[in-house]
């Protein structure tokens, strides 16, 4: 399970290390694709085969399924890190997410999410004043 919150900086080139933590998981080759709230999704490739998966099974004739399959398999790229453990984020994803230097990874259960570290804390104060609420709604999807 993809769990924990690490921070890191970008290189002069677009790369980042990824955390020791998370390399067993990621396993050295992994997707990355823009995400949801301003943030960048990494997917391990077998998490990536079953959301693939899910994504042909959406009909076809559903023109939200056929938008959102287009926006997310578009910005999607498959990587592979390199003997130092480093990731070139490409420009694009970077200008989606916000990314400049600081990055903050957030593992979330069966992907990491690549944040701006400041978009990441202003996340995190906006939804903290939530958070209660939320985890009282989660009863309803059996947690």
């Known amino acids: 399970m993809l ?3 690490y921070e890191h900086t970008l290189d002069d080139k677009g790369r980042i290390t990824i955390p020791a933590k998370l390399r067993d ?3 050295g080759h992994f997707v990355i694709t823009k ?3 301003g943030c960048l999704f990494i997917y391990p490739m077998d998490e990536w085969r079953k959301l693939e998966e899910r994504l042909k099974a959406l009909p076809m004739t559903n023109a939200n399924a056929r938008a959102f399959a287009r926006l997310f398999l578009a910005g999607a790229q498959d990587v592979e890190m390199d003997k130092q453990y480093r990731v070139t984020i490409p420009p694009r994803l ?3 997410a916000g990314i400049d230097r600081e990055v903050t990874l957030v593992g979330v259960s069966t992907r990491v999410e690549m944040w701006a570290t400041e978009r990441w804390t202003a996340y ?3 939804a903290q004043t939530s ?3 939320v985890a009282e709604k989660m009863v309803d999807f059996g947690f």
Request: charged share 40%.
């Open 25 to 27: 998981d990621l396993n």
């Open 94 to 96: 970077r200008e989606h």
């Open 3 to 5: 769990m924990g919150e």
């Open 35 to 37: 995400g949801l709230d």
């Open 131 to 133: 958070y209660e609420e």
């Open 124 to 126: 995190q104060q906006s």
